[in-house]
């Protein structure tokens, strides 16, 4: 119920959690009318039952209790059994153990004889001042006092946690990270206590959840980040690897969804650490058992950052230094021995999840007398496997728990014996999906099938496009919508629009028996060819007016293109890749996925098949392009001038101009500049970038020439040359080069005491850098305002962008060129006459987000504008 600094009220996502104490038999009822209240408030019920784990009870009252948010304790006769070598009880452990400042609500039940240490324990709780005391008489009574109570405790609770101040970058980048769970997470209470004191504890800097698909790791995950953001001030992010294959991708991967961006200009890795510093954040890794061989890498990262703590999902374990494995169990199911009654059903987690489930498919069902035993029956035969009863349950709509029961025993055995070398629980869970796509129609078969090819989403567009000449294909959203039904097939809104994925074990599944019938690699050409063509067609549009939109269309297919890169490298179609890596040239520059083609490209050189001439120009370009901003040498210099000379020999003078270009810049790197050659290449470049339309090139290119005006302090020359590059930006209604040629003309400008146009070119930049998501130029244009601020007095205004600015390049290890912190001098200047001033906005900098510094920075943008930022 508080945050770290201040009371918040939590998210439907982050539900505030109740501990019950007691587990004495002669509170049997009453606990299941506290549990029944509880729920009633959509809350989480806490609970500690002897014998859940083999632990030792105290250990696991500790962790119960730091994860709850509120005590309740309810009393009666005894006093409960005292353990050997303990003083007290279970029961005055637990109230010992409570966190002084947790609210707590005691029930004391009216009783002819009270255990006297139980009455000295009560007598006890009437002092304490944090404690409320009430009586009750029976079970009935006492649900209804607690729901009561509990309604006033977090109404009073809300008005405490009112607050005018802004969010914190934390808080917002848990809110852009992290998934929201699809469903209520059921019977995880334990765990999520114990995965709690892990990550608290502060000695395991890498916490895996290992257990076999469908068990339930990246939903307790999912569920841990939330409910964990109070210990990690710094920031929680989710890292989905479901659709990462290759061991190269998880540095880029991670890298982006802590918003560092590979422009080539530093090495990945540097940036990585540079943005975690000694930051204390959460880093989850979901489904990290494909690339385990890079599990070292996470050994790197935090001993580079001494602070980040990382919680893995994975099948297998890591077996790295630093590692705490912590095995995800199955959900409780009833023993085989007890009666199977409606008492043991409500009692079982497990089954409680298939009557929820079951309830979403057939609104109106419950466990009753009837159904119970059927309903444990099929818990049993699962394994108590949450995915596998999430399917079982789906089927409800159609068959009676005592068919799926039926099914389920006829069924498993039979399937059970062609996968004898997996796990038992791995084996279970392979052989419900396979009952559960038995009763498919044979189409319906076909399409899940051959949906393995995609990656984590997919559009109704690309799933109709690889469906022509399947049978299935002229069916495709009926199709779509069975599979939906059956749970095999999950729907969600992205970037306004419809959305389909496939759980990561269905995904495996589907491609597995794909590859059986060996129709596997028919689908991956389908799927290649789909977004092949998606390319090519959104490409023309990532230069000009619309830009903007082609680069967000692009955002939403991201893990698509990655495995369409992968599609056509594995199937040998070597050119179709590099062209695919070619015609997204400008996307990778904006997004910064430099490090994802490199890597591709990579693998296609070392192929041993034939290449054409221009596919080894492509490979050869995108391998030299890091090793241009952060070694430059003369070795680069020459890979790039044969890139130059193999377009030519291609005849593919365009992509000739823009390595001509690129070599150009290189020697701008050097100290001992060969002025002329720089000149005769940019300026060919130029001309031939003017003959074939090319303003998007042009314009940087003139940027180059204004950088070396700079370099050579010629002013006149440099501002020409700017100049020509801003209106080649605004003649193409090119947004990314207006932002680039504007930021290095404001910078020249507001240097030379023109400040008014600096700031109108500032403010310009910085709203197209906001529309494009180009986080770099936002970062230029904040600083190019407090520039401005400073120059007008305005001290705290100054120092908050400043100190946002100074965090993205902290946070997201964007490169800095030397020299051109316009803001850093005028900002000391300023700060010599109101330190305190500056000193309190840099303060109040430092706890903004992003979206709070643009509000500063354009005043006038619009709500649209600046809501647009928490999404970085």
């Known amino acids: 119920m508080t945050g770290v600094g201040h009371p918040v009220i939590r998210t439907p996502d982050q539900r505030i959690r109740v501990f019950v104490s007691s587990t004495l038999r002669e509170l049997a009822e009453e606990r299941d009318a506290a549990r029944s209240a509880i729920e009633r408030l959509r809350l989480a019920p806490v609970m500690f039952e002897l014998g859940a784990r083999a632990h030792p009870p105290r250990d696991l009252y500790r962790t119960y209790l730091a994860q709850s948010d509120v005590f309740i304790g309810i009393y009666g006769a005894s006093y409960g059994w005292i353990a050997p070598d303990e003083d007290v009880s279970g029961l005055e452990d637990e109230y010992n153990l409570a966190p002084a400042g947790m609210p707590k609500l005691i029930y004391v039940k009216d009783a002819d004889t009270r255990d006297p240490r139980l009455q000295d324990l009560i007598a006890r709780i009437q002092a304490d001042d944090t404690a409320a005391y009430l009586h009750f008489h029976t079970a009935h009574d006492l649900e209804d006092q607690i729901a009561g109570d509990l309604a006033m405790l977090l109404a009073e609770r809300f008005d405490q946690s009112r607050r005018t101040e802004p969010a914190t970058a934390a808080e917002i980048s848990l809110a852009a990270r992290v998934p929201e769970p699809y469903t209520e997470t059921i019977g995880r209470e334990g765990e999520l206590a114990e995965i709690r004191a892990l990550l608290a504890g502060g000695m395991h800097r890498v916490v895996s959840l290992i257990g076999p698909g469908g068990i339930g790791k990246s939903r307790l995950a999912i569920e841990a980040a939330h409910a964990n953001v109070g210990l990690f001030p710094d920031g929680v992010y989710f890292v989905p690897l ?95 021995d007890a009666p199977a009654t409606l008492a043991q059903a409500q009692s079982s987690s497990a089954c409680v999840l298939f009557a929820e489930r079951a309830a979403s498919a057939l609104p109106g069902f419950r466990l009753t007398a009837e159904n119970a035993a059927d309903v444990i029956g099929i818990c049993q035969r699962l394994d108590g496997l949450p995915l596998a009863i ?149 490409a023309p549009r990532l230069r000009g007016s619309q830009q903007i939109d082609a680069v967000a269309e692009l955002g939403l297919e991201v893990p698509n293109l990655r495995a369409t890169a992968r599609h056509l490298v594995q199937q040998g179609r070597l050119d179709d890749a590099g062209d695919f890596a070619w015609t997204l040239f400008v996307y990778w520059w904006i997004s910064g996925y430099f490090a994802d083609v490199r890597l591709w490209m990579m693998e296609l050189l070392e192929k041993r098949m034939p290449i054409t001439t221009r596919t080894r120009a492509i490979a050869t370009f995108f391998r030299l392009w890091a090793e241009l901003w952060q070694r430059p040498s003369d070795q680069v210099g020459e890979g790039l001038a044969e890139a130059v000379r193999l377009f030519r020999e291609s005849e593919d003078e365009h992509a000739a101009a823009m390595a001509l270009a690129a070599r150009a810049s290189t020697r701008l790197q050097f100290p001992d500049l060969d002025e002329a050659a720089f000149l005769a290449e940019i300026g060919e470049a130029i001309r031939t970038l003017h003959a074939f339309g090319d303003a998007w090139g042009e314009s940087l290119c003139e940027v180059v020439l204004g950088q070396l005006g700079m370099l050579r302090r010629d002013v006149p020359a440099a501002l020409e040359h700017l100049g020509r590059a801003v209106s080649i930006a605004d003649d193409a209604d090119d947004a990314f080069t207006r932002v680039v040629a504007g930021n290095n003309r404001a910078r020249l400008r507001f240097v030379l005491g023109e400040t008014d146009a600096a700031e109108e070119e500032f403010l310009l930049t910085l709203l197209l850098s906001v529309r494009l998501h180009f986080v770099d130029g936002a970062t230029y244009g904040l600083e190019g305002m407090s520039a401005i601020a400073a120059s007008h007095g305005e001290a705290w205004r100054a120092g908050a962008l400043a100190a946002v600015a100074a965090m993205i390049r902290e946070t997201t290890g964007i490169y800095d060129i030397e020299g051109f912190a316009v803001h850093l001098a005028p900002l000391e200047a300023l700060r010599a006459v109101d330190a305190e001033s500056v000193e309190a906005g840099e303060r109040a900098g430092r706890e903004m987000g992003l979206a709070e510094a643009i509000a500063i920075a354009l005043p006038e943008a619009g709500a649209d504008v600046r809501e647009r930022v928490p999404s970085w």
């Not at 940036?271 to 959460?282: C, F, T």
């Not at 022509?468 to 059956?486: F, K, M, V």
């Not at 690699?521 to 959104?538: E, K, N, T």
């Open 242 to 336: 479901e659709g990462v294959l290759e061991p190269g991708l998880l540095l880029p991967t991670i890298a982006y969804i802590l918003g560092v961006r590979d422009t080539g200009a530093a090495a990945l890795e540097e940036r990585i650490a540079q943005a975690i510093g000694d930051r204390h954040v959460l880093i989850v890794l979901d489904n990290f058992e494909q690339i385990v061989d890079e599990a070292p890498v996470l050994v790197r990262l935090y001993t580079l950052a001494p602070r980040a703590c990382f919680l893995v999902t994975s099948r297998v374990v890591l077996r790295i230094r630093g590692e705490r494995v912590f095995d995800v169990e199955s959900l409780a199911t009833p023993s085989p």
């Open 390 to 538: 999430e399917l079982a349950a789906a089927k409800i709509r159609l068959l009676t728990p005592h068919d799926v029961a039926e099914r389920l025993g006829r069924s498993l055995p039979l399937l059970s014996t062609s996968v004898r070398d997996l796990p038992e629980r791995h084996r279970t869970m392979r052989s419900t999906i396979d009952w559960s796509v038995s009763l498919l129609s044979a189409e319906q078969r076909a399409m899940l099938e051959d949906l393995g090819v995609f990656a984590a989403r997919f559009s109704l567009d690309a799933v109709e496009s690889v469906g022509e000449g399947r049978s299935w294909g002229s069916q495709a959203i009926e199709t779509l919508a069975a599979l939906i039904d059956a749970s095999l097939v999950q729907r969600v809104e992205s970037g306004g629009r419809s959305v389909f994925s496939l759980l990561a074990i269905v995904r495996e599944y589907a491609l597995e028996t794909l590859e059986a019938r060996d129709a596997a690699d028919a689908m991956r050409i389908a799927h290649a060819d789909y977004y092949l063509a998606l390319v090519h067609r959104i």
